[in-house]
């Protein structure tokens, strides 16, 4: 339900979200609240402190220009869900009914994700608010825009670590997110960013790598780089939420099938920091994609994109990647697969862009990979996952005996998520299903 109409006809009230890993990144977007709050009275800041989530505690706190409110809430299942169900998305709504509310912004803590936390905007049924027809907070409440914030120093190491949320002691411990999925996932969606504090050791070189990370992970979005967040003024803050431009994605979640390079990233390479393409017009063998995987998980930030696996033909395969966690997930059904009633259901765009590339024999099935590497030999990839592709005996199989080749080795065949001794992972959102499919 996001609306088409412009900014200045859309009555909703505006809501920039602020996200910024813990450290340096979350008090820089805590300051840059205070600065947005102090600098208009009819700005509204809500926090939601959940670092006593786990004995069911929530700290909320509300303010603007002239008051503060604190509040505790006990939930009797203490999780980031409960907290956007039963407080937060309300919250959304009343504050929209106020007249003296002219924008809300959200100061995220770390274990929200924006992206979810726009999912639910848009999605989740808010009931019982007084004067209000049930329905999403979305609604009432509008994405501007969503800023993160990026500790420049330690981000790109985040990115591309191994380390848990729990391990990092930011979250439960049955909550299997890497902070690697966090950081990466926070400035993915980003409509502009802020990079705070000095780079590294390597000075101009690490922030040249840095900066050609981001230039390629969020080319549309434009980078601040901040030294001190006492610097981090409302009209600086104003000047750069200006300068987001007027396509930029502002909360939208996209599903597995919208293209996988968005704005116009650099193809070339910088820093040793390059986007690879995979593309493909046959299937995986599963069984040699799982041990070609291990070529994901060191020097890359990111991978992701639509697989076709030999043994799942009529399934679309969603791989994501942060750093060394990777999980594949269902995305729905290849068009191919599906009967008129449900190809009469699919996206236009997703049937126009099958059809400049519809196979006879295999319809829209293929592979389409974009994978971000920072200090790895995109050749050795590319080597890696041509390998795990069928060979020409195996392809014949794969059009005249499908029995047969469902009968290969799958260890695809189950929910999976990497590293393989892991259990299966929580979603942030529990009862938000991503819209690229939960993993396998």
């Known amino acids: 339900m996001l609306s088409v109409l412009a900014p200045d006809t859309d009555r909703r009230t505006p809501v920039v979200v602020l996200a910024g890993f813990a450290g340096p990144a979350a008090a820089g977007a805590d300051h840059a609240a205070t600065a947005l709050c102090n600098d208009a009275p ?3 800041v809500v926090h939601h402190d959940l670092g006593q989530l786990r004995e069911g505690i929530v700290h909320r706190t509300v303010r603007n220009a002239s008051y503060e409110t604190s509040d505790v809430l006990e939930l009797a299942h203490g999780c980031v869900s409960c907290t956007l169900r039963i407080d937060l998305l309300p919250l959304l709504r009343t504050l929209a009914a106020r007249d003296s509310v002219e924008r809300i912004v959200l100061a995220l803590d770390p274990a929200f994700e924006a992206e979810a936390v726009c999912h639910a905007i848009e999605h989740v049924v808010v009931e019982g608010i007084l004067g209000r027809v049930d329905g999403p907070a979305g609604r009432d409440v509008r994405i501007d825009a969503v800023l993160t914030f990026l500790d420049s120093g330690a981000w790109l190491a985040d990115a591309t670590g191994e380390e848990t949320l729990a391990e990092r002691g930011l979250a439960k411990a049955d909550d299997e997110r890497t902070v690697a999925q966090v950081a990466v996932g926070q400035v993915e969606f980003a409509d502009a960013v802020i990079a705070l504090g000095p780079v ?6 690490d922030r040249g790598r840095l900066g050609a990370v981001l230039s390629r992970l969020v080319p549309d979005a434009p980078v601040d780089w901040v030294d001190d ?3 981090l003024t409302a009209a600086r803050i104003e000047g750069l939420l200006a300068r987001i431009p007027a396509h930029s994605r502002r909360g939208r979640v996209f599903d597995a099938h919208a293209p996988l390079l968005r704005g116009q990233p650099p193809l070339s390479s910088d820093y040793g920091v390059a986007l690879l393409e995979f593309a493909a017009s046959r299937p995986f063998h599963p069984a040699r ?3 070609a995987l291990d070529v994901l998980f060191d020097g890359v930030v ?3 994109g639509r697989m076709w696996l030999a043994t799942q033909p009529d399934e679309v395969t969603w791989l994501e990647s942060a750093g060394g966690g990777l999980r594949v997930g269902s995305a729905g059904r290849w068009l191919a697969a599906m009967s008129e009633t449900e190809l009469a259901q699919a996206d236009p765009d ?5 059809a400049l590339r519809w196979d006879e024999q295999f319809g829209d099935r293929d592979i389409s990979l974009v994978i971000l590497v920072h200090d790895a030999d995109p050749n050795e990839i590319r080597e890696a996952l041509h390998w795990a592709l069928v060979e020409d005996d195996e392809l014949r199989l794969v059009e005249r005996a499908p029995e047969r080749v469902a009968q290969w080795e799958d260890p695809f065949g189950a929910w999976h998520a990497d590293p393989c001794d892991t259990a299966e992972t929580t979603l942030p959102i529990e009862d938000v299903k991503s ?3 939960e993993a396998k």
């Open 302 to 304: 990111t991978a992701r």
């Open 350 to 354: 997703r049937r126009a862009m099958a």
């Open 42 to 44: 009819g700005t509204v």
């Open 435 to 437: 819209p690229r499919g």
């Open 229 to 231: 967040p006492h610097l």
């Open 289 to 291: 994609l799982h041990a």
């Open 200 to 205: 590294a050791p390597g000075g101009d070189v």
